[in-house]
């Protein structure tokens, strides 16, 4: 599903966020990809959204090489990916539901087609009850919960997340991963960027290590 081959990211005033940096992941897996601040994690999430280009090596996703995709081919690369980020970035004077619909209007789905797919997606957030309200009515957890909603709404076949539990108790935090697994477990392909080193490791998924640009690691987290 994404393969980096020796992936270099310089920015434009020489700092270096990305060194030659290669892995493989499976469709279907579920991964962390954890470093200090500065790291890199950032760098890699934009990379693989195209909001970046490697300025060496090769990356591809899904058969699909972002060294060279064009600007017009952004859009159709986007719709195979769902992003949460820490701070759910919702709408605060629109529902829950019209929050999780907005991809899809993006997309242009009819109404009842959006419909069905909006009270899918909360249904697999444990939010279904939740749509009519306004978020602000809402808990912390359970609006990041709206988030993931709205970010698999349109069934990306990879779902990305950067620090999604940067602003949750620890309880919330292995709550909010619970959901991330559920939504792995029926086939999206889930990569988490995430420095809670503690989360991460009782979750026994494979993790990756970023040190200032480099991978340092690849394997199972451990206890
Ligand atoms: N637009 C940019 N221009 C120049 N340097 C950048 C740019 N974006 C990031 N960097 C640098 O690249 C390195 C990696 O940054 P990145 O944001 O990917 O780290 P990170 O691991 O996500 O950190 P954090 O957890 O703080 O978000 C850092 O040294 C950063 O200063």
């Known amino acids: 599903m994404i393969r980096f081959e020796q992936v270099g990211k310089r920015y434009p005033n020489g700092h270096i966020g990305l060194h030659e940096l290669s892995f493989q992941v499976r469709r279907g897996e579920f991964l962390f990809v954890t470093g200090h601040s500065g790291a890199g994690k950032s760098t890699l999430l934009r990379l693989?959204?195209?909001?970046?280009?490697?300025?060496?090596?090769?990356?591809?996703l899904a058969g699909q090489d972002l060294s060279r995709i064009t600007n017009a081919q952004i859009p159709f690369l986007r719709r195979q990916i769902g992003v949460v980020f820490q701070n759910h970035q919702l709408l605060f004077d629109r529902t829950v539901f019209d929050n999780v619909a907005l991809p899809l209007q993006i997309l242009g789905l009819n109404k009842r087609e959006i419909g069905q797919r909006v009270m899918t997606a909360l249904e697999r957030v444990s939010l279904k009850d939740k749509a009519l309200q306004y978020p602000a009515d809402l808990s912390t957890g359970q609006q990041q919960r709206v988030g993931i909603a709205r970010a698999v709404v349109h069934r990306p076949a990879l779902l990305l997340a950067d620090e999604p539990t940067g602003n949750l108790d620890p309880r919330l935090a292995a709550e909010i991963m619970g959901v991330f697994e559920d939504i792995n477990r029926l086939g999206t392909t889930v990569l988490i960027a995430s420095h809670d080193l503690a989360l991460i490791a009782r979750m026994r998924h494979r993790m990756l290590t970023l040190q200032r640009g480099r991978l340092i690691g690849d394997g199972e987290a451990s206890r």
């Open 48 to 60: 693989l959204l195209a909001m970046e280009r490697p300025t060496s090596g090769k990356l591809l």
